[in-house]
T-cell receptor, first 110, second 112 residues
Framework: DSGVTQTPKHLITATGQRVTLRCSPR?????VYWYQQSLDQGLQFLIQ???????AKGNILERFSAQQFPDLHSELNLSSLELGDSALYFC?????????FGQGTRLTVV | GIQVEQSPPDLILQEGANSTLRCNFS?????LQWFHQNPWGQLINLFY???GTKQNGRLSATTVATERYSLLYISSSQTTDSGVYFC??????????????FGKGTLLTVNP
């Protein structure tokens, strides 16, 4: 168990819909990272938050947004979903060195 | 951005065999991690190894930061070692930023 909790584990939704993925980091970790794993793009960094503030942005679409709350949990919001957004979404947390990953949320857009 | 290349892309072994997986990276890094993604999709931490050598049971890893490569050794492989092995690196751009860049992975299949 990495100590990083993601919910839900699986999500099936229709095109055009909006979903929210949730992540609770390891106790004491201030940084939260979101990654997307798809068959064609591999594992890609989306966005990082550190203690509530956006710290770095990667290949995140404008339809996607994230935030980190005062209790340090984070949410990734995906809107106007397309078939191509189907992927495994990971959250990771770190305390400035090693990153630990949650079990992921498998999103299927139909 | 930093580039990460892993080799070989695929590897098939018989149980009990040894293997070496390689990760080359294009720039200096201050974080390098090896992960094992199991068939259920979980990313399991194997090593945090920006430099030097570490061992954990049948697995060991070496990173030569000056030559920009890392090696993961698996000895006496077992069927449970099957899955994808990822190397990921980070080059801190400033304060608490360790976003990882992943290689494409090595798909390991260990046959009984």
């Amino acid at each position: 168990d990495s100590g990083v909790t993601q919910t839900p584990k699986h999500l099936i939704t229709a095109t055009g819909q909006r979903v929210t993925l949730r992540c609770s980091p390891r106790s004491g970790d201030l940084s939260v990272y979101w990654y997307q794993q798809s068959l064609d793009q591999g594992l890609q960094f989306l966005i990082q938050y550190y203690n509530g503030e956006e710290r770095a942005k990667g290949n995140i679409l404008e339809r996607f947004s994230a935030q980190q709350f005062p209790d340090l949990h984070s949410e990734l919001n995906l809107s106007s979903l397309e078939l191509g957004d189907s992927a495994l979404y990971f959250c990771a947390s770190s305390s400035d060195t090693e990153a630990f990953f949650g079990q992921g949320t498998r999103l299927t857009v139909v | 951005g930093i580039q990460v290349e892993q080799s070989p892309p695929d590897l098939i072994l018989q149980e009990g065999a040894n293997s070496t997986l390689r990760c080359n990276f294009s720039d200096s890094v201050n974080n390098l991690q090896w992960f094992h993604q199991n068939p259920w999709g979980q990313l399991i931490n194997l090593f945090y190894i920006p430099s030097g050598t570490k061992q954990n049971g049948r697995l060991s890893a070496t990173t030569v930061a000056t030559e920009r490569y890392s090696l993961l050794y698996i000895s006496s492989s077992q069927t449970t070692d099957s899955g994808v092995y990822f190397c990921a690196v980070a080059s801190q751009s400033g304060g608490s930023n360790y976003k990882l860049t992943f290689g494409k992975g090595t798909l390991l299949t260990v046959n009984p």
